[in-house]
T-cell receptor, first 113, second 116 residues
Framework: DAKTTQPPSMDCAEGRAANLPCNHS???????VYWYRQIHSQGPQYIIH???NNETNEMASLIITEDRKSSTLILPHATLRDTAVYYC??????????????FGQGTELSVKP | GAVVSQHPSRVICKSGTSVKIECRSL??????MFWYRQFPKQSLMLMAT?????????EQGVEKDKFLINHASLTLSTLTVTSAHPEDSSFYIC????????????FGPGTRLTVT
């Protein structure tokens, strides 16, 4: 599984968009980009995933660069409840029984009033 | 969405005893379950992959005789920490992979183990 690099921490003002970057320069063609978050002392929560097209759901948007070497998770209107550690993971998990999710250090997002 | 439960949510045990943690997929079947542990201020570390009806596959550096994994059915995997010591105190998280495509993975809420 390809490795990812994320900034260790970020701050965001409540109500503003939070843009969390992730570098995955060694990603291979069949690997997906996943984003999970973990609120303190809870299990990880799935946010979104994508292969090469931009994706949007009710929680967030995922922008993947054309060369797929980096991506950005966008929380359009951050709230205090979005304060969490955000993990970007690259894996060939989907459609392949052999894949697994390996967590890096993630980005600790603090949403401030 | 799919739900994964863990039991117990918190457990305190004495050094030298064994403790069992259960992981259940409540509304789907999972041939594969994963066990992670997480120390304070650190990321999740994959310990092992548990496959229904077969032996678990442990990640490098994880003692298979200390962390016994059983995956006897498509909805239940157990992790037994044998002869627990204070350094085994951690947050243990399981996840379960859906039986069919696209094989999505869902996480449990975690179990806080404290060994005194």
């Amino acid at each position: 599984d390809a490795k990812t690099t994320q900034p260790p921490s970020m701050d965001c003002a409540e109500g503003r968009a939070a843009n969390l970057p992730c570098n995955h320069s060694t990603i291979s063609g069949n690997e997906y980009v996943y984003w999970y978050r973990q609120i303190h002392s809870q299990g990880p929560q799935y946010i979104i995933h994508g292969l090469k097209n931009n994706e949007t759901n009710e929680m967030a948007s995922l922008i993947i660069t054309e060369d797929r070497k980096s991506s950005t998770l966008i929380l359009p209107h951050a709230t205090l409840r979005d304060t969490a550690v955000y993990y970007c993971i690259v894996s060939w998990l989907l459609y392949n029984q052999g894949g697994k999710l390996i967590f890096g250090q993630g980005t600790e997002l603090s949403v401030k009033p | 969405g799919a739900v994964v439960s863990q039991h117990p949510s918190r457990v305190i045990c004495k050094s030298g005893t064994s403790v069992k943690i259960e992981c259940r997929s409540l509304d789907f079947q999972a041939t594969t379950m994963f066990w992670y542990r997480q120390f304070p201020k650190q990321s999740l570390m994959l310990m092992a992959t548990s496959n229904e009806g077969s032996k678990a596959t442990y990640e490098q550096g994880v003692e298979k005789d200390k962390f016994l994994i059983n995956h006897a059915s498509l909805t239940l995997s157990t992790l037994t920490v044998t002869s627990a010591h204070p350094e085994d105190s951690s947050f243990y998280i399981c996840s379960a992979r859906d039986l069919g495509p696209p094989y999505e993975q869902y996480f449990g809420p975690g179990t806080r183990l404290t060994v005194t």
